[in-house]
């Protein structure tokens, strides 16, 4: 990748991305971003706007800032590891989950498969805080609260499916939390070290990382003060009322709840902090067929497989393997037909072009101090059409 590139099509970019985020930051949506575009292997912007942090101090926000990735979790790690298990021969897409956790047959999964979970498909709820007691059942009973991952899968595991496996798409957390604790019986190893060794250390990404230390803090986004939002959502269901909530401001220390209190900050759903740079260099080796600079981690048919339309016929748009494809919001409208990317609750995106070569990493802080609403959605669409109407010209 070569660093800030300059032409009319990137001076374009940078205008509109500068009118669009400062737009943003005028309308509350988040108090600051990093964008990086990338055409090919030029830089087309990489600009920072706004804060890091406002509370209880500012910080501006830098070009090194390293942000709390969320859900890009799945796709630049979890899914990766999966892809690279499935070229190792280690697993079969198809295979059903029950054949190495036979537990979770139970309730109607007995035929979700491997690529169920990476597709969205599985019939798993989208989210549970599984740190806390289950909600209610007919007989008056709770699942209980878990503790770690490996209690979190067994709970998973004895959930009934909403629908058949394959019938419907419903975005669930759950299913990735069985594929990243797949990864670990798979390989023996922790997501933290095969992320390193194979995806994260290869590609040459040295901010991205699980569980960033203390000395990274001062170079973290500010995320949510306390557990506010999921706090609320658990008051709302009854439960929590007695639960050790974090009061404190999280910077460095990942946001959602399920990553922290069942994984330390280590999971297959979330918990990869890491900068805009970096986002953008996986986009681009993503683009690239699963290859940057001489070191390749995918292979291109691989990737290709990834990215195509997994769930035809299935409402609603469709899926790839741990990707969203064209037609979700996420990509607007001015995106080509084969563009694919992936969101982050605490303010995250990234955006693959293949057509135009363009990869688009927009970071934001719009947790911070607190989760306000859900403007970012619409914003990411808004955001995207004009960037890509300014490359186009």
Same mark, same amino acid.
């Given at each position: 990748?070569?660093?800030?590139?300059?032409?009319?099509?990137?001076?374009?970019?940078?205008?509109?991305?500068?009118?669009?985020?400062?737009?943003?930051?005028?309308? $509350?949506?988040?108090?600051?971003?990093?964008? %990086?575009?990338?055409?090919?292997?030029?830089?087309? %912007?990489?600009?920072?706007?706004?804060? *890091?942090?406002?509370?209880?101090?500012?910080?501006?926000?830098?070009? *090194?800032?390293?942000?709390?990735?969320?859900?890009?979790?799945? &796709?630049?790690?979890?899914?990766?590891?999966?892809?690279?298990?499935?070229?190792?021969?280690?697993?079969?897409?198809?295979?059903?989950?029950?054949?190495?956790?036979?537990?979770?047959?139970?309730?109607?999964?007995?035929?979700?498969?491997?690529?169920?979970?990476?597709?969205?498909?599985?019939?798993?709820?989208?989210?549970?805080?599984?740190?806390?007691?289950?909600?209610?059942?007919?007989?008056?009973?709770?699942?209980?609260?878990?503790?770690?991952?490996?209690?979190?899968?067994?709970?998973?595991?004895?959930?009934?499916?909403?629908?058949?496996?394959?019938?419907?798409?419903? +975005?669930?957390?759950?299913?990735?939390?069985?594929?990243?604790?797949?990864?670990?019986?798979?390989?023996?190893?922790?997501?933290?070290?095969?992320?390193?060794?194979?995806?994260?250390? &290869?590609?040459?990404?040295?901010?991205?990382?699980?569980?960033?230390?203390?000395?990274?803090?001062?170079?973290?986004?500010?995320?949510?003060?306390?557990?506010? +939002?999921?706090?609320?959502?658990?008051? /709302?269901?009854?439960?929590?009322?007695?639960?050790?909530?974090? /009061?404190?401001?999280?910077?460095?220390?990942?946001?959602?709840?399920?990553?922290?209190?069942?994984?330390?900050?280590?999971?297959?759903?979330?918990?990869?902090?890491?900068?805009?740079?970096?986002?953008?260099?996986? $986009?681009?080796?993503?683009?690239?067929? $699963?290859?940057?600079?001489?070191?390749?981690?995918?292979?291109?048919?691989?990737?290709?497989?990834?990215?195509?339309?997994?769930?035809?016929? %299935?409402?609603? &748009?469709?899926?790839?393997?741990?990707?969203?494809?064209? $037609?979700?919001?996420?990509?607007?409208?001015?995106?080509?037909?084969?563009?694919?990317?992936?969101?982050?609750?605490?303010?995250?995106?990234?955006?693959?072009?293949?057509?135009?070569?363009? %990869?688009?990493?927009?970071?934001?802080?719009?947790?911070?101090?607190?989760?306000?609403?859900?403007?970012?959605?619409?914003?990411? /669409?808004?955001?995207?059409?004009?960037?890509?109407?300014?490359?186009?010209?």
């Amino acid at each position: 990748m070569e660093r800030d590139h300059d032409s009319r099509a990137a001076r374009r970019v940078r205008e509109a991305v500068r009118g669009l985020i400062t737009d943003g930051l005028a309308r $509350g949506i988040f108090p600051g971003a990093v964008v %990086v575009i990338v055409q090919g292997r030029r830089t087309l %912007v990489h600009q920072t706007f706004g804060h *890091a942090q406002v509370t209880p101090r500012r910080r501006e926000m830098r070009r *090194a800032t390293v942000f709390d990735l969320a859900s890009l979790t799945k &796709p630049i790690a979890t899914t990766t590891a999966i892809l690279q298990l499935w070229e190792r021969g280690v697993i079969d897409l198809d295979t059903h989950v029950a054949a190495f956790l036979p537990r979770f047959a139970a309730g109607g999964k007995e035929t979700v498969t491997i690529r169920h979970l990476l597709t969205h498909t599985a019939g798993l709820p989208g989210w549970e805080m599984l740190y806390l007691p289950g909600l209610r059942r007919g007989d008056g009973t709770r699942a209980p609260a878990c503790r770690s991952i490996m209690e979190a899968v067994a709970r998973i595991c004895a959930t009934p499916a909403t629908v058949p496996p394959g019938q419907a798409i419903e +975005y669930s957390d759950l299913g990735f939390i069985v594929l990243g604790y797949l990864v670990e019986r798979l390989t023996g190893q922790s997501l933290v070290t095969y992320a390193h060794r194979h995806i994260f250390g &290869p590609l040459g990404m040295a901010s991205m990382r699980y569980t960033p230390p203390r000395s990274w803090r001062s170079r973290c986004a500010a995320t949510e003060l306390g557990n506010t +939002y999921e706090r609320t959502k658990a008051a /709302s269901l009854d439960v929590g009322r007695r639960f050790a909530w974090r /009061s404190y401001l999280l910077r460095g220390e990942v946001h959602d709840g399920n990553a922290w209190h069942l994984g330390r900050g280590v999971a297959g759903h979330a918990g990869v902090f890491g900068t805009a740079w970096d986002v953008a260099r996986f $986009g681009v080796a993503t683009l690239s067929g $699963g290859a940057l600079q001489g070191v390749r981690i995918l292979r291109s048919e691989t990737v290709a497989e990834a990215t195509r339309n997994q769930t035809s016929g %299935v409402r609603p &748009p469709p899926r790839g393997l741990g990707w969203a494809l064209r $037609g979700w919001p996420i990509l607007g409208t001015r995106a080509s037909s084969t563009a694919f990317g992936h969101t982050g609750f605490t303010g995250t995106s990234v955006v693959i072009d293949p057509a135009r070569s363009l %990869v688009i990493a927009l970071l934001t802080n719009r947790v911070h101090p607190h989760v306000a609403d859900d403007k970012i959605v619409q914003f990411r /669409s808004a955001f995207h059409d004009p960037v890509i109407e300014a490359y186009d010209g």
